[in-house]
């Protein structure tokens, strides 16, 4: 019996998650009655430390109340609070340093007169930029901020998975703090309770950082590692982030694929391992890399995360060892199978024989535990070599087959082709020779769609194995009868997309194995065309919904099937290569696959497949393949702040596409150069470029979100050119298509841009108005880097409106979260907005250094100010040079070019 992943205690059914409610307590008595409830309306348990009679010293208690507590929520607002004797700090502050290992919500409230202790808490806590707060007027507006992220939060960090062992309460996997993200598997592990012990103890050892469990396929490596993970995350509050590379093919894609599934979206040029390392710094966390063989090249990229994040560790499922420094390797052996002659106790007491019998009996519940059958069941996991999935996979077919006449036909097979390719290592023949008699045993028509189901790269659904492979009924049989009968023999999984809708994936052991008998078949090149065209009409159909209509549910949809969109163009572009006719789908795929990869943090992957297919389009016949892989190609590089490189690969589309004479995918083109021209402050040539977009649009019929964007962007470029009532103008168009169109992202950017205009025309009042409306609409959109952006606006709305206090708020609420989201242009800005601030204050020569740093920052990533903040850095440096005189300034800047980002950061928030 495996170890429960539970701690020993017995907890009585009262005891729900805790979370701790740090405040003052008379000054926002009103604010903590709110948070309570909203806390209670999600069955959790609010804690709150309340001053009275208690046999104990108050900080005894509420040490241990948070120490109790699983979720720390603070709220702040005039004042600082109580400081015990003896204690430098007060409570509110103490409380918060001490939940430091514990999920932290922060909420400060807009208040005038806050006490400067708290101001100067609250600036540490941006400073640090490993969490962030969130502002509030109301307990109302709290308890609704408060209620959301609780639900966000639990979802993300405490979801349970569903019971390890059916029917069995002491077998039940806990809700894991941190561990939401393991696979939840509906049957118990057996007969691994040793190596699950020695896996444990090993990641629990301060020396050990990079665990890889290794052995032959089919033998319980990912199960293993699974439980193991389970088992230290209960133990320690680890976070683990399980990372399946199943679908992964090339080394260079592991570290995109890791950055996915921890969510670390990329929004600039930074390296995606800068952004990783910024994001685990602070966290113990584990991560469990499932599948490494096929990208074992990957492992070096491993290591330097590992040395670069001292609390990471790394437990990874691998056939063979990494090689890398440091790594701890842990065979996994298949499991001890009876001697010839065993008792019955013996056999009864075989983990081997427990795990064929007890999947036997889920499919057949009837199934006699005779002596007769414990010594056949022996037999059948000896001729298996004791290997877990080859035990399942022969499992299933009692449904069908006595265990007996199962021994028999499974020997027959066997027989045959362990005798198969020497160069194979023996175990490895074994399951190759398990998975081929399962197959063996099926109809023909199952068979044929086993192999054509061996083309999708991640799940799929029941509409996509009828389109691609059981095409208008082509293999003679009902598709979702051939797939319930394929799961129903352990081929296939049945898998919760979340939806309610079922979506089936395949074993990488069976895929590999259909894949190879469909090559032989000689319809693999067929199937894999039909697989791109498939999969390229979902990246077409929700084009607009990429540019704003319901991005978020777009984007959690799409990462479902991203798998399949990056197996489909990495066909099409080995089709390329090989000089054969690439299929139809890849055109529409490099086209509207660059909205994807921005909205999920994905430039490094989309810019290497894209510029891949850049490579090989090269000498193809057909141009339009070659214009779309450049036009995707520019828009990551754009993204990434490669600018210069934007440009070319732009120009040469646009002229491609000239000569192609497609009016659509000109304009399209010519937005990607008018958007990159902007960025290089080429604003007269991006209002010619962009003039041309807005011609070919209005042409089109019926109008298209893309309209709007469009004179998005021409605004900008007549802002950059200080035409404020053409800017405004434009902006007032495209915001009267965006609402038409019901595209909350382009509502709230379009309204940003008018606070722009009126910023850069001194009209204070109304620009607050146009920010303030676009930063809620951000807001419900979780759209952060926006809503970043918004505040530091508001942050020069509330210096020029004489209110430093707000403004140096506002600009650090920017910083941190800039910070957060590593995005180094939205840094710079924050820091020359903190400039402006020092220069209000009369700290001069701070505010020249900040310039000067915040001027360097913006150079490394190739950006120019936009217009509004250009005249604001003018302003502000024209104060400071009144003040130390024009040497004074040039000295202080130059100063500011040698401080490093951090430093800079840091100076900034003590402006």
Same mark, same amino acid.
């Given at each position: ?32 009655? #709110? ?13 709150? &430390? ?32 109580? !400081? ?6 007060? =409570? ?43 502002? &509030? ?20 960090? &405490? ?66 590692? +699974? ?23 090339? $080394? ?46 990957? =492992? ?10 001292? $609390? ?23 499991? $001890? ?42 037999? !059948? ?9 080859? !035990? ?15 021994? *028999? ?57 009828? #389109? ?14 051939? /797939? ?10 049945? +898998?919760?997309?979340? @939806? ?51 991005? @978020? ?80 190609? =520019? ?30 995918? /000109? ?14 402050? *080429? ?5 010619? +470029? ?93 759209? !952060? ?17 004489? @209110? ?28 020359? =907005? ?78």
């Amino acid at each position: 019996m495996v170890r429960s992943v539970r701690s020993p205690i017995i907890r009585t059914p009262d005891q729900r998650l805790r979370v701790f409610v740090s405040s003052t307590m008379k000054e926002l008595a009103a604010e903590r009655a #709110a948070v309570a409830e909203a806390v209670r309306a999600l069955r959790l348990a609010p804690v709150l &430390f309340e001053l009275g009679a208690r046999p104990h010293p108050p900080r005894d208690l509420y040490v241990a109340y948070l120490q109790q507590s699983d979720i720390f929520v603070g709220i702040y607002g005039r004042e600082y609070g109580w !400081i015990a004797p003896g204690m430098d700090i007060s =409570g509110i502050e103490d409380e918060y340093l001490l939940a430091r290992e514990k999920p932290r919500l922060l909420y400060v409230k807009a208040v005038e007169g806050r006490d400067e202790r708290l101001k100067a808490m609250l600036e540490r806590i941006a400073a640090q930029g490993d969490v962030s707060y969130k502002r &509030f007027s109301s307990a109302e507006e709290l308890s609704e901020l408060v209620a959301n992220d609780l639900a966000l939060l639990l979802s993300e960090r &405490f979801q349970s998975t569903p019971a390890q062992e059916r029917g069995r309460e002491d077998e039940e996997t806990p809700a894991l703090a941190g561990a939401a993200s393991l696979p939840a598997f509906a049957t118990r592990l057996i007969g691994r309770e040793r190596e699950l012990g020695e896996i444990v103890a090993l990641l629990e050892r301060e020396d050990v950082r990079l665990l890889t469990l290794t052995g032959p396929g089919g033998t319980g490596k990912t199960r293993l590692a +699974v439980q193991a993970a389970a088992e230290v995350a209960e133990r320690h509050r680890w976070t683990v982030h399980f990372v399946s590379l199943a679908p992964v093919r090339e $080394p260079s894609l592991v570290v995109p694929t890791i950055a996915g599934a921890l969510q670390v979206h990329e929004s600039d040029a930074r390296p995606l391992m800068e952004l990783l390392r910024q994001h685990l710094r602070s966290r113990r966390a584990l991560l469990v890399l499932d599948n490494f063989e096929q990208v074992i090249e990957a =492992g070096v990229h491993l290591a330097e995360l590992l040395r670069a994040v001292p $609390p990471l560790k790394a437990l990874v499922t691998s056939r063979e060892p990494l090689q890398v420094y440091g790594e701890r390797e842990y065979p996994v052996s298949p499991l $001890p199978v009876p001697e010839a002659g065993a008792d019955e106790r013996a056999l009864a007491d075989s983990p081997a024989v427990q795990l064929f019998l007890e999947r036997a009996s889920a499919v057949r519940p009837d199934l006699p535990r005779t002596h007769d059958t414990l010594v056949t069941a022996a037999r !059948i996991c000896g001729r298996l070599d004791g290997l877990p999935l080859a !035990i399942e996979l022969a499992a299933a077919w009692v449904r069908f087959l006595p265990p007996e006449t199962v021994l *028999e036909r499974l020997s027959n097979r066997l027989d045959l082709l362990t005798r198969g390719p020497r160069d194979l290592p023996e175990r490895q023949r074994t399951m190759r020779a398990a998975i081929a008699w399962s197959y063996d045993l099926l109809e023909p028509h199952e068979q044929a769609l086993l192999q054509r189901l061996s083309v999708f790269a991640g799940s799929f659904t029941l509409e996509a194995a009828e #389109a691609i492979a059981n095409h208008e009924g082509e293999l003679e049989l009902d598709t979702l009868d051939g /797939l319930a009968s394929l799961a129903s023999k352990n081929m296939l999984r049945v +898998v919760d997309s979340g @939806d309610g809708k079922p979506r089936f994936e395949m074993l990488a052991l069976v895929r590999a194995f259909a894949a190879e008998k469909l090559s032989a078949s000689g319809q693999m090149a067929d199937l894999r065309d039909r697989h791109s065209r498939f999969y390229a009409r979902p990246a077409g159909d929700e084009d607009s919904a990429l540019i704003g209509l319901d991005a @978020d549910a777009m984007v959690e949809r799409s990462d479902r099937i991203y798998a399949d969109w990056r197996e489909a163009v990495s066909w099409g572009v080995q089709r390329l290569e090989e000089g054969h006719q690439p299929p139809p789908g890849l055109e529409t795929l490099l086209v509207h696959l660059p909205y994807y990869w921005y909205l999920s943090g994905r430039l490094s992957e989309g810019r290497e497949l894209s510029e891949g297919a850049v490579r090989a389009a090269r000498g193809h016949a057909d141009g339009r393949i070659l214009a779309s892989a450049l036009s995707a190609a =520019g828009a990551m590089a754009l993204w990434q702040g490669d600018i210069a490189q934007a440009r070319r690969y732009h120009d040469e589309a646009v002229c491609i596409w000239r000569r192609q004479g497609d009016p659509v995918r /000109l304009r399209q083109a010519l937005r990607w150069l008018g958007q990159t021209l902007i960025n290089q402050g *080429e604003s007269h040539m991006a209002g010619d +470029v962009l003039t041309e977009v807005l011609a070919l649009l209005e042409s089109e019929s019926p109008p298209t979100p893309h309209l709007g964007i469009a004179l998005m962007h021409l605004g900008d470029a007549a802002l950059q050119q200080g035409q404020y009532e053409a800017a405004e103008a434009y902006f007032q168009r495209g915001l009267a298509n965006q609402r038409e169109m019901g595209s909350p992202w382009g509502v709230a950017s379009l309204l940003n841009s008018l606070g722009e205009t009126a910023r850069c025309q001194g009209d204070y009042q109304t620009a607050r108005r146009y920010y303030e409306e676009a930063v809620n609409i951000f807001r419900r959109m979780k759209s !952060i880097a926006d809503v970043a952006r918004g505040q530091h606006s508001l942050g020069y709305v509330a210096l020029r409106q004489g @209110d430093l206090r707000l403004a140096r708020e506002r600009f650090c609420d920017a910083l941190a979260e800039f910070r957060r989201l590593g995005h180094p242009r939205g840094l710079a800005e924050a820091v020359q =907005g903190l400039a402006g601030v020092a220069a209000a204050s009369g700290a001069w020569e701070l505010a020249g250094r900040l310039l000067g740093a915040s001027e360097r920052m913006l150079a490394e990533v190739q950006a120019q100010a936009w217009p509004a903040d250009r005249l604001e850095r003018e302003r502000d440096a024209r104060s400071v040079e009144r003040a130390l005189g024009p040497a004074g300034l040039a000295e202080a800047i130059a100063t500011g070019h040698r401080l490093s980002s951090e430093e800079a950061m840091d100076q900034a928030c003590r402006a």
